[in-house]
Structure formats: structure tokens, C-alpha cells
């Protein structure tokens, strides 16, 4: 039995690769279907936005999201990674200019809305995905169906056709405690800063948001963190107390730690290949569906950007009988990837004063990939820089 397609293509997951992919196809003149959840209860954390992303998003026409308050540029990394000293990385000098650090709900919101008038939208999660005669079936949670030519996998780190369709891999088990600190003390400016500090079972990060308030994560193996540590906020104040940067910045400007941090998954995961069809219906992943990586390359958001954009071009000349853009971006993913597991097996190698403990050894250990091009190039990482006197 043949299924007329309701779409050209459905979008699965309403983050970032979601949103931004419904306005790229569109764009092209593809009918899209949206199947996106509402996100209002998840917290979705991080808020680097590297330097590189401000070219994908005038490529998508939407450059203007970074414009106005509630964004602000980030000009300084100041890290302790390999060295007790502190290094100073200043984003000014970068070709791109400075990255940013975004009020991350404000950015997604006005994603959101842009792609809510080029898409037509489904608030519910896709439940199961067949393929019958070149059509994707698709059966949505809350009852409806729907259907597609060609399906693209936003759904993060679940990757939920993706997993079904491709093989998922992963190099390590990363997680991150993340909390908000509010500001307590009215009386001090803390510096608009970003600072990231290894420490032997992990590392840290810290960056003052536009809102005043500091976002906190601390970088470790679930078997290395305290038990029950999303429950207990003596656990997160000992665990905050055994660093020398972070818990003096805290203490300086005076930020409250209150309550506990919430635990996500951050390791390096992907799928291979990220694209292909299922007889003869077409897929591709993008964003952390397709490839996710270790929060230290401020990587996430713009891949997820990126993707979307180059899965913009792809999808319409796959159904127009041109496969090649499809497959040149399942190769750029794989190069990506390759190349981003080189250069984060370097950087965890590069930190040696904790070399014997099982965090750094495992995240030392040399991947087994050769050299390749680098996904987006100039992409900013938060590794270390020039040393400086003084901390933020
Ligand atoms: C601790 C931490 C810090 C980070 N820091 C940074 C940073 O500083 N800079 C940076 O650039 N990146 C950072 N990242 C990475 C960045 O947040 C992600 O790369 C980015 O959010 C990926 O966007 P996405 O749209 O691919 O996925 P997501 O944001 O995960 O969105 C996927 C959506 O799909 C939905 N979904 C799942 N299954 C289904 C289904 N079956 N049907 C429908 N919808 C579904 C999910 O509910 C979710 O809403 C960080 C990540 C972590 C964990």
C-alpha cells in the first residue's frame, strides 16, 4: 500500500538542530512537519557560544538573534589546566571575532519562534518510525501519525532513529553536575569571565551569565562523583571546597550555592554514518543526535547550528534524486568527529600533574583515529592560553 506524505520532511527534537534545521529546509522550499515536544521542563545547559557561530547563523538568516541585550560577548577564558598558574585565552583576538555567552532561554525562544512559522508543528514526541514503500510512517505519543518522505533526527543525545538505524558510538562516560548560583552580594561586580580548572577527578567550569547569575559544572566520571550528590548540597559545597579557583571566585563575588546540582550526560557520543535511507526512505541525525561532544570544545551549539544548516541543503537534493551533498555530509560529521577525538585526547594528555588518577587516564587515552580536517575549524575551544597574574 502506497502513503501519500503529509511532509517533504519531518524534524524530530525541538532543540536548537530542530528548530534550526525546520527554518534551513524551509528555506529551500521543503514542507516541513515539526515534532517537537514542549521543552518548557527541560533546562538545557551550556551557554558558550563559540566564535564560528555567528557565520551559521547568517547563513540561516537569523544572525540577528545575537543581537540586543541578554547576550554577552565572551572575551576571556581564564583556565588552570596543566599548570597550577592561571592562563589567560582572550577571545578578541580571534578571527571570528569573540564568541558569546548567551542567556541560552532568550536564544532558544527566539529560535523557536522563527521556526514555528516555517514548519508545521506537532507538540508531541515521535514514538515509532516505519518505512513502508519510500514513505516514513511516523506514530506520534499522543495518538496521531503523520507521514514523510525524508526524516531528520534532532532528538539529542536519545538519537531515537538514529540509534535504530546507525551504529552508536562512545568514548567515555562524562557526566556533569550543573547548578546556577545567584548573586548574594550586592556590593561586588563579579568579572564577566569564563574560567575552567582541572582538578584529579575531573574539571571544573564557570561563567558568569548575562543575568548576573553563575553557571557552575563540575566535569567527572559517574563512578568518581559522591553518591547521591543531585540530592545533597553538602556533597556539591565539600566538592566545590576541593577546588582553588572556582571555590575562590564563588567566595570572592560572592555567589550563594545553594541548592544541589542537576546531573546530565556529557560524553563524546556519535553515530555511524550520520545520514542514509531505509529502504529507500531517506534519513540523516544532526546536532547531538549525530554527533555529541565533550562540553570542553563548546562544540554543542554550533555543530547543532551547522548541521542543521548543511542538513538544509542535503535533504532537498537527496529528493531530487542528488545524493552527493548527503553523503559529502556524512563524510564532514565523520571528519569532524575524527579530528575533534584527536584534539580532545591531546588536550586531556596535556594535563599531567594528575596523570596517574583513573579520570585523566582514561580521558588521556589516545584515540584511535590519525589526523583529519577539523568539523568547523574555528571553533573556540576553552583550553588554556597565555598565563596571567591574577584570577577573575
Ligand atoms: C553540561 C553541558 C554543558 C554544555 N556547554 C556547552 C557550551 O558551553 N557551548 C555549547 O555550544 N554547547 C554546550 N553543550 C552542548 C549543547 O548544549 C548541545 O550540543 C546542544 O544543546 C545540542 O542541541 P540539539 O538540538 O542537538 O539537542 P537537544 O538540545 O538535546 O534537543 C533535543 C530535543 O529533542 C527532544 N526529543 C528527544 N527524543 C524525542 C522524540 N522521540 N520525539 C521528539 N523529540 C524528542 C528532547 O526532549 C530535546 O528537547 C553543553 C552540554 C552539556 C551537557
New binding site residues.
Partial sequence: MTVPATADVAV?????????ACIALHGRGQRVLW???D?AA?T???????PA?GTVLAQLGVAHLLDGDGHRPANATFSAWGTDALVERNAAVHLAGPGRVLD?ARF?AGLRELALAHAEHRS????DARTVSGIWRLA??DGSQAAARFLVD?????A??GRRVAGHRRDDRLV?A?AFLPHRDPGVQPTPATLIEAVGDGWW?A?LLPDGRL?L?C?SDPDLLPRGLSRDPGAWQTLIGGTAYIARWIGDAGFGVEAPPRL???GTTWLDPVAGSVDGAGWAA?????A??D?L????????LW??ERIGEAVPAWLAGDRQPLDGYTRAVADGVTAFRTQRAALYAGERRFAGRPFWRRGAAPAAVGSAVCLLRILAG?GPGREVERPP
Fill in positions: 524530530v527534537g525541538g532543540g536548537i538542530a530542530g528548530a534550526a515534532i517537537a515536544p521543552r527541560e538545557p545547559v551550556g551557554e558558550s557560544l563559540a557561530a541560552r532558544e508531541s514526541a515521535l514514538a506520534l505519543a534532532a532528538s539529542g543525545r536519545a531515537t532513529l556533569a550543573c567550569y561563567a553557571s559544572a566535569f546530565y550526560s556529557a544532526i546536532g547531538d543526535a549525530a555529541a561532544f562540553p570544545s563548546s562544540h554543542g551549539m554550533t555543530t547543532a548541521t542543521a576553552k
